[in-house]
Structures are given as structure tokens and as C-alpha cells.
């Protein structure tokens, strides 16, 4: 709808997890790379817990997408809040698409075996693993973690999820135990919200200033640093500006869009929000000092 007003070839603040979006902010590098690191090393278990928004799943997704192949099985299963049988039988098509015999754990145990034997490795990453309800699960994965080739480690577990997976964590000691890395993930900095905004800009095909310098402050402040918030708000000042007029994105305008998205106002003022949508006419005409604008070439 916005796209050829602002010259883009895609919308630029989408919530997608391919890894043509990805944006290497440094908070995010150094998540992933330890990660990463966990994976390759056999280390066993990785857990990432942050808040919601603030990019666990992309970058969950995105260590799935760096090992698949290259002698790797890999398997991603989102949100899994199923009884115990049908975790299992989720993750096993997940991994190969096969069914198997026997209950759900078996036929995925002989799998992993299988591939074990083969001289391959598996990597199952476990996303919003918070909202898992049977705590038995976390010992089945346990023992799948005791299984071996020559004295090699078969299986890397990763996973995700918000505050509450730590407790969960703890609950189960003996899984707890086997957890090697640990990333807490936060929130970007308003200099990586600017970076953020600028490379998700010119992935889009943007080429020219499209938020002012306060503009990107104040995304910064009103979305908290996280990044589902910056989507969401980029993507509704977009759209007001569009049907606005406006060339160029002031802080009034994201102040409106952050009103309209209920996100909280405490840290910047937004005093014209009635002048952009009390008459439902446009404002006069902004044109930013060019030092003053985000550029995308």
C-alpha cells in the first residue's frame, strides 16, 4: 500500500524470521555466537531467555539455519505446550517427517540412534519452552541426552523462552545440571535501534532518509528496545505518515502511532499528537535538516 510512496521493494518492519531480515545489532551477535559456540562444541544444552519481543525466535531459527545439512538433522518446534505424546511425535516429524513405531519417545529415540550411527548429529531447538505443562518431558530429554557414537554426543538441545523457563529449569535439577550455556537476551540499545531501523530500511530497497534522527529516538524509547515493538511501531509510522503526506517521519508522528498501539508514553512527550489526528488533516509540510535524517545510502 505505502511501498512505491516510500520506494521500497518490500515492507521493511515485517515480523519474519528468514534470514534475509536478520539485522547483526552487537546484543544479538553476542547471543548468537554463544549459541552457536554451544552447538558446535557438543556442549549439550543451550537456553536463551529473554522477553517477549525481544528476538528469541529469530535467532533460535537462525542457529537451526546455520547447522541444517553439513552433517547435521535438525529439528525446530515452536511453543510446545502438548502432552508428553504428542511433544514427541511433533518433534519426530519435525526431524524427519517420519511417524516411526512404538510411543512417540521410542520411535525418536531409535531415530536419533539411527543418525547417531551414520555419523551424523542432531540439533532440536525447543522455542516458548515456558509454556510447557508436563515437567516429565524435561527428564525424557535428559536421557535422550545420554545417548552416544564412539563417545560422542548425538544430540545439542537449544532452548527458548520468557523469565518462567528459568523456574522450570530449576524445578528439574537433574536436566538443570545439563545446561552449558546460558543467554539472557535484552534489549536493543537506542544505538542499535537506530541500526536496526536503518538495515531493515535498506532491505527493503529504500534508498533515502525516512525518519528523522529524534523520530528514531523516540521508536527507541517508546518501543522499550525490543525488537517486535520497533516492527510495530516503524510499520504503523509508516503507514500515518503515508496517509498523511508526510516525506519524512517526525517524532509526533511515531508518538501517535505509539498511542495508538498502547505503548507507554513516559519517557518523551508527545504534545501534538492532537494536531496530527485531531482534524484528521494533514500538518504542515516537515522537511528535516538532511543532518537530522536516518540515511539509508
Known amino acids: 500500500m505505502y511501498r512505491e510512496f516510500w520506494g521500497m521493494a518490500a515492507r521493511p518492519f515485517t515480523a519474519s524470521h528468514s534470514p534475509d531480515w536478520f539485522v547483526p545489532v552487537a546484543s544479538a551477535m553476542l547471543a548468537l555466537t554463544k549459541i552457536r559456540y554451544a552447538i558446535a562444541a557438543d556442549a549439550g544444552v543451550c537456553a536463551v531467555v529473554g522477553a517477549a519481543g525481544v528476538g528469541k525466535s529469530e535467532l533460535t531459527r537462525l542457529a537451526v539455519n546455520d547447522f ?16 508428553r505424546d504428542e511433544f514427541f511425535g511433533l518433534l519426530l516429524r519435525e526431524l524427519d517427517g517420519r511417524r516411526g513405531d512404538g510411543s512417540p519417545l521410542e520411535a525418536l529415540t531409535a531415530r536419533v540412534a539411527e543418525i547417531a550411527a551414520a555419523g551424523g548429529k542432531i540439533l532440536l531447538a525447543l522455542d516458548d519452552l515456558h509454556n510447557l505443562t508436563d515437567a516429565a518431558i524435561l527428564d525424557d530429554l535428559r536421557m535422550l541426552l545420554n545417548l552416544e557414537h564412539r563417545g560422542q554426543a548425538a544430540i545439542s538441545l537449544l532452548l527458548s523462552g520468557q523469565a518462567p523457563l528459568w523456574g522450570k529449569l530449576a524445578a528439574a535439577s537433574e536436566f538443570d545440571a545439563r545446561v552449558a550455556m546460558r543467554v539472557n537476551l535484552l534489549p536493543f540499545s537506542e544505538a542499535e535501534c537506530e541500526t536496526y531501523m536503518l538495515q531493515r530500511l535498506k532491505k527493503s530497497g529504500c534508498r533515502r532518509g525516512v525518519f528523522s534522527k529524534k523520530a528514531a529516538q523516540t521508536v527507541a524509547q517508546a518501543s522499550g528496545g525490543y525488537a517486535g515493538n520497533i516492527n510495530r511501531l516503524c510499520e504503523l509510522s509508516l503507514v500515518t505518515a503515508f496517509a498523511l503526506g508526510q516525506e519524512k517521519i517526525r517524532p509526533e508522528i511515531v508518538g501517535a502511532a505509539a498511542r495508538d498501539l498502547a505503548m507507554p508514553e513516559d519517557a518523551y512527550q508527545m504534545r501534538v499528537y492532537d494536531e496530527v489526528w485531531g482534524n484528521y488533516a494533514a500538518p504542515e509540510k516537515f522537511t528535516a535538516p538532511e543532518e537530522d535524517i536516518l540515511a539509508t545510502v
Not at 545439512?69 to 525446530?76: K, L
Open 68 to 83: 541444517a545439512g553439513n552433517g547435521w538433522a535438525t529439528a525446530y518446534l515452536g511453543n510446545p505446550s502438548g502432552p
